[in-house]
């Protein structure tokens, strides 16, 4: 009894504060409500900096390093880089909708679509996903950060290793990986939306270290060198189509999670106009040109220095080593600090608060995006990503192929927003278990059914691209190329087939009140929706706390303007000595599904 009781009492620690969750819902907590209007502040350059941050790092830099593989010269790799930006331009506008249309984030989205108990696989997913991305993306960070240790101290340059063998890092590399977990961790303290500033500095200083590195190594080797022409595309026939369909899906399966995370960041975004062109930009111009760097650093690195260099530190490295002179020290700092900036936006944009969110939305008692990103960065290192790049580990190859899990979810959500729902969500019901997303027992069976269908074509070529002798049946190595394409189109197509075949009852388009004041009073009345600031404080109130007549715009009610759907929440309340305790004892609209076991929630006062 006394251990239950100190449990009981840790776990009473560990909650959020009741003033901080402002709800007595376990669905519910202000990190999963929608964005304020007031805080929807990201313009042209913010959504430009969301996705050029993935676009400025070093991972990009380093990405056409891959062509050799597939059979495909340099100036191909490139071409199909472009085309898979324009597939990712594609998917990631018609899934920012619900950011934008409703101001809500994935883990909502995903309540949207699979239900209320089925969102916890896709959010299990992404923050699966979240983990190794972060671990991935820290690694680079902390050999950025000895980019500029080494630009301070000789000796820290030649820093000896006192690790063994049997580990997969040096000394300095486990340094360097540490700060550079600490630094990314202060960047927690700030609001997701807070975060546009840092990524549009970073997006600046590393594009001209980029240009910098580039234009000093053309002009020592007096040109780019000849890796352009000189690398001819080995592929013939078939097999050449093949390759090219196989990079455009690498492609975007590997900047898919930003796809994927897109609503989760469109929701900042002050106008439609700002996402689409600050998307399109980004996905065209940095994602074109950072790849030819990469390809430039290691034709030059090839003639002046007799090896081809690939990562941006390495060539930083060999000049240190080479002469430690002020120039050299000087550029491995400023280009250090600009990729260690890049490296700190894009974990805490794709890994740290995404999975943060996600983690929200599964135990919102105890867990909001800060506590969620910090837990997501402390898990990382469990993965032990120095094994990723320095032994002959396979995980990096199979995460690579993690679009394959991916498009068919994209794939569904476009479908039900667009074509189900045609972009009508009640961000309200979203909150409620016996509701507008409950479907079957809380999960949308037909959302599955897509999603697997969709995915499990493309396993086996997970196997296959481990290791290549696990078959030779080359419909399914083709499948696995071009799965991107294929998967969409099926899972698409079969959830669009089985709502057709077997429709599930839409009874409610949207909220009839803005009770989160996400939109300003001209756009609220331009949804149907009465303007936050029309809304009294006790209704408000009485909203955060599920006591409230809440009006939706029903299918009936958007045909005819004098019918309407109300609910009515019934909570009670017992305070203690030391609590506030709330339960919801029934849903006293006329046939309702709620039911008194519903919401159970203790608050401290």
């Not at 191909?76 to 619900?98: H, K, Q």
């Not at 996402?275 to 002046?304: D, H, K, Y």
């Not at 409950?438 to 691209?465: C, D, E, H, S």
Request: aromatic share 16%; with cysteine.
């Amino acid at each position: 009894m006394k251990s239950q009781s100190r449990f009981s009492k840790f776990l009473k620690h560990l909650e959020i504060p009741v003033h901080e969750r402002e709800t007595v819902n376990f669905l519910r907590n202000p990190d999963l409500q929608p964005i304020i209007s007031r805080n929807q502040t990201w313009g042209f350059w913010s959504n430009f900096a969301y996705w050029g941050v993935m676009s400025w790092s070093v991972g990009t830099w380093m990405s056409a390093s891959s062509a050799l593989s597939v059979g495909l010269s340099y100036g191909e790799t490139i071409g199909t880089f472009i085309i898979g930006d324009v597939l990712t331009i594609i998917f990631t506008l018609a899934n920012s909708y619900p950011g934008y249309d409703w101001k809500v984030g994935f883990t909502l989205s995903q309540r949207f679509v699979f239900g209320i108990y089925g969102s916890g696989f896709g959010i299990l997913i992404r923050i699966l996903m979240s983990i190794v991305n972060y671990a991935s993306n820290a690694w680079l960070g902390g050999l950025c950060v000895n980019m500029i240790l080494d630009s301070w101290s000789h000796h820290y340059l030649h820093l000896p290793n006192t690790l063994t063998q049997k580990v997969a890092m040096t000394t300095k590399e486990l340094i360097g990986f540490i700060i550079f977990h600490i630094i990314t961790m202060f960047c927690y303290l700030m609001k997701p939306y807070q975060a546009n500033y840092l990524m549009i500095s970073s997006c600046v200083a590393t594009c001209f270290a980029m240009m910098g590195m580039v234009i000093y190594l053309t002009k020592e080797n007096g040109g780019v060198g000849d890796l352009f022409v000189s690398t001819k595309s080995t592929a013939k026939g078939s097999d050449k189509a093949w390759a090219w369909v196989y990079m455009v899906s690498y492609w975007f399966g590997s900047v898919s999670p930003g796809s994927t995370n897109q609503s989760d960041f469109s929701r900042f975004g002050s106008s439609q106009t700002a996402i689409w062109l600050g998307t399109i930009m980004a996905l065209l111009i940095p994602t074109t040109l950072t790849p030819v760097f990469g390809v430039i650093g290691a034709s030059t690195t090839e003639q002046l220095y007799g090896t081809q260099l690939w990562q941006p530190m390495d060539i930083c490295d060999y000049w240190l080593r080479q002469n430690y002179h002020p120039g050299a020290r000087a550029a491995s700092f400023f280009c250090g600090l600009a990729f260690v900036s890049s490296q700190i936006s894009y974990t805490i944009s794709n890994a740290g608060f995404a999975s943060g969110m996600d983690l929200a939305g599964v135990l919102p008692k105890y867990i909001d995006i800060k506590r969620g990103a910090i837990f997501t960065a402390l898990v990382s290192v469990a993965l032990q990503p120095w094994n990723f790049y320095n032994s002959s580990s396979t995980f990096l190859t199979v995460m690579s192929s993690f679009g394959i899990v991916m498009t068919p979810i994209i794939s569904v959500m476009i479908c039900d927003n667009l074509v189900i729902r045609k972009r009508q969500y009640s961000v309200s019901q979203a909150f409620v278990i016996h509701g507008e997303y409950y479907f079957n027992k809380g999960f949308n069976w037909r959302a599955f059914v897509a999603w697997v269908v969709g995915m499990t074509p493309g396993l086996p070529g997970i196997a296959w691209q481990v290791n290549n002798n696990y078959f030779h049946n080359k419909g399914i190595v083709n499948f696995f190329y071009g799965d991107s394409f294929f998967s969409f189109a099926i899972s698409f197509l079969l959830y669009w087939f089985l709502c057709v075949v077997f429709p599930f009852q839409i009874n409610i388009l949207h909220d009839d009140k803005d009770y989160c004041g996400a939109f300003t009073d001209e756009v609220a009345r331009s949804k149907g929706m009465v303007p936050f600031s029309e809304i009294t404080e006790e209704e408000i109130e009485a909203f955060k706390l599920g006591s409230l007549d809440i009006t939706y715009v029903t299918k009936d009610s958007a045909q005819n303007d004098h019918h309407t759907e109300t609910k009515e929440i019934a909570i009670s309340k017992t305070t203690s000595a030391n609590t506030d305790e709330y339960e919801l004892v029934a849903d006293t609209t006329e046939n309702s599904e709620l039911e008194s076991s519903g919401i159970h929630e203790r608050g401290q006062k």
